[in-house]
């Protein structure tokens, strides 16, 4: 078992930056190849960012490309995702998740197997 807790979410302005963290607990963190996504009121869930177990395979959603980060610090059990150029469409709840599947990066969340319980992300006009 792997126990996920999201934070670092709030309202910030468009334009605006924020960095969210997701502290994992549990089984070997390492194993993991962790993930991002988010979802808005009555939109489906949406794939946002992906990182290997070692940081050195990374995928980005197109709607987040060149503007999020996601990184990832394993001696603190840690996966990150700074946000910059905040805009209104990234308000959302992001849920941070983790899998154990090796191979190509996984941008489906059905593919991941532990979840967090999300922190809302408000971008306001």
């Known amino acids: 078992q792997v126990q996920l807790v999201e934070s670092g979410g709030g309202l910030v302005q468009d334009g605006g930056s924020l960095r969210l963290s997701c502290a994992a607990s549990?089984?070997?963190?390492?194993?993991?190849?962790m993930g991002w996504f988010r979802q808005a009121p009555g939109k489906e869930r949406e794939f946002v960012a992906t990182?290997?177990?070692?940081?050195?395979?990374?995928y980005y959603g197109d709607s987040v490309k060149g503007r999020f980060t996601i990184s990832r610090d394993n001696a603190k059990n840690t996966v990150y995702l700074q946000m910059n150029s905040l805009k209104p469409e990234d308000t959302a709840v992001y849920y941070c998740?983790?899998?154990?599947?090796?191979?190509?990066?996984?941008?489906?969340?059905?593919?991941?197997?532990?979840w967090g319980q999300g922190t809302q992300v408000t971008v306001s006009s």
């Open positions: 990182i290997s177990w070692s940081g050195g395979i990374i």
């Open positions: 549990g089984r070997t963190f390492s194993s993991y190849s």
């Open positions: 998740a983790a899998h154990s599947i090796t191979g190509r990066p996984r941008l489906r969340d059905y593919e991941y197997d532990y």
